[in-house]
Each structure stands twice: as C-alpha cells, then as structure tokens.
C-alpha cells in the first residue's frame, strides 16, 4: 500500500507544473477572448471546431457512426455537415462560458435569452417541494444554470469536477459567483436527499454512459446505459423530474431555454418497473429535443458504449454460427 501511495503522489506532483501552465494559457486566451468582443469570439470558436473536426479523428469517426445509427434515413452530406456543426458548437460553448460572467445580469438577460413553457416548472422551485431538472450536452447546457442562480433560485448542479485542480476552481468560481451551487459528483450522493429534503432543486446532465450497471433505455434506437440515481432519487422522494434544453440561435450568443416534460410522481405509481419506465421517460424527452436540432448535440459522446448482457449473448451466438 505504501509503494501504491507514494507512486500515486508522485504523478500528481509531476502534472502540478502542466496544470498550472494549461491553467494560466486558459486565462490568456479568456483575456485575448475578452478584447475581441462576443461576437468575433464566436467566429473565432466555430474555426477553431472546424479544427477539432479536422484533426480530431477519432471524435470525427466517432460522431459519424453515431449520426448514421441515430439518423439511418440521412444521406452522407447532411451527417457530415451535423457533426461538423455539433464540434464548432462544443467550441462556442468554451467561449460562452468566458462570457457568461461579464454578459448576463438580472437587467439585461433578456438581450441574451428567452424563456418558453417554463411557468410551471418556476411555481415549482418557489414552493420549494423538492424537484429534479435534466438536461444532456447540448447547446448551452451550462446558462441555464447560472440565470437560475442569478434569479435566486436554489438550485444544486451535480458536476463532475475537471482533472486539473487549478481550472476546476476557476471554472467553478465562475460558476458559483452570481449563486449557482456546484456539487461535485462523486461526494452528491451522500448530500442528495439533504438537498431534497430543503426543499431544493438538483440539475444533472443526464446523457453519459452509466457502464455495465446503468438501466439500458432506447435512445434513438439503441439500447443506452444510463444511470439509475436520478430515477431512484424521483421515486424514493415522490418529487416531480423536468426535462428542458437551453438551445443556441444561430450562430450569436443568444438561447432559447425550455422546459418540454415534467413527469409527475402519479405517472409511475402503477407501472410494474417504476425506475425503468422513470429512466425511459426522461431518455426520450432528451431525444425528442435533441432531434429539433441535432447540431447542438455532442455526437463525438460515447454515449453507447456499453451493451446490454442480451445484446451481447446474441451476437457471440451469432459470431460461432
């Protein structure tokens, strides 16, 4: 254990030096991002996707394959052209994080976004009942987030923190500065039902691959592993899960933030799998918006990366036959 130890530190000491470096060239570059101006910066970004499209292979190879199985009714052009514009969103997305901050306050929002079919799921926050909120990586995934803070609801975002110490506190001091609350993903579930019984909201990206463990739902016509704690969450505490999007227009640092489903604790009482029918519901309302704009989604995801048990039988079976 003590070899184990000492290896383990010893490799966090040789990143420290690399991790302070990337850390102080992220604040240039927001420096340099900061002078241009928004709109150049976004110019800038969708080049810089284009790039990443170019150079990044095996994302490139990757987000194909997934469109041609999501979209098997596309031709070639329009699947290239998706996951070209799906990488200079990611792209955008990093400068809009940069600019989110200096941007958006509570008298001028409205220049920068704009709210549909979300009356509801706000009378919910204020009473203060409890509520889950579900997105995916797609558009601008991270605002909603901060204006919900910048409005002062309370509302907890489970995040996974980033390997390098030095960004992961400045991303998450931006974050936090205008009351957004960030938890980190691997301490939540211990805080979970605190946060729950507060009365609080808690947001989750609720599109990455739970591994061999997850509950296997269909996600545009494939078997996907997703994570049971969002529906276990639901059901255990009776609490309502809204699933929306915060979608970009154009090519301009501007969002139009919706919420499509809200699914009610009444609607899985009777089912015979309650956590499967919950996880299932969420999964195709995220596909339902995804669908509206399927550039904005981060196609290079592994997102199907693991495969049901059955999945598997079948196709050894059918490699000895």
Known sequence: MAVYIKKKNKKKKGNIVIDW???VLVRIVAGLLHTLGIKRSLKVARFLGGLLWKHYKRGRKRAIENLHKSFPEKDEQWIVETAKRSFEQ????????????????????????RFINIERTKWMMQEKKGLILLTAHY????????LMGLFGFEIYSIARPLDNKFLNEYLYGVRRRHGQKIVDKKGAAELMPQIINQG???GFIADQDAGK??????????????YKSIGLLAITNDIPVGIGYSRRVGDDFFFEISVTRIIMPQEWKEKDDQLLWVTQEFTR???????????QYWWLHRRWKHRPKEEIKAEKLEAKS
């Not at 558009?139 to 901060?146: A, K, Q």
């Not at 463990?213 to 997703?226: H, I």
């Not at 309302?285 to 550039?295: G, K, L, M, N």
């Open 139 to 146: 558009g601008n995934f991270e605002i909603t987030g901060y």
């Open 200 to 202: 609080s909201t808690i």
């Open 213 to 226: 463990k997850g509950v296997f739902v269909d996600f545009f016509g494939r078997k996907a592993s997703t």
């Open 90 to 113: 990611i792209a955008m997305l990093a400068v809009d994080v940069f600019f989110t901050p200096r941007l958006v306050r509570k008298d001028n929002w409205r220049q920068y976004a």
């Open 285 to 295: 309302a995220v596909e339902d918006f995804i669908r509206q704009d399927p550039t």
């Open 21 to 23: 470096l990337v850390y």
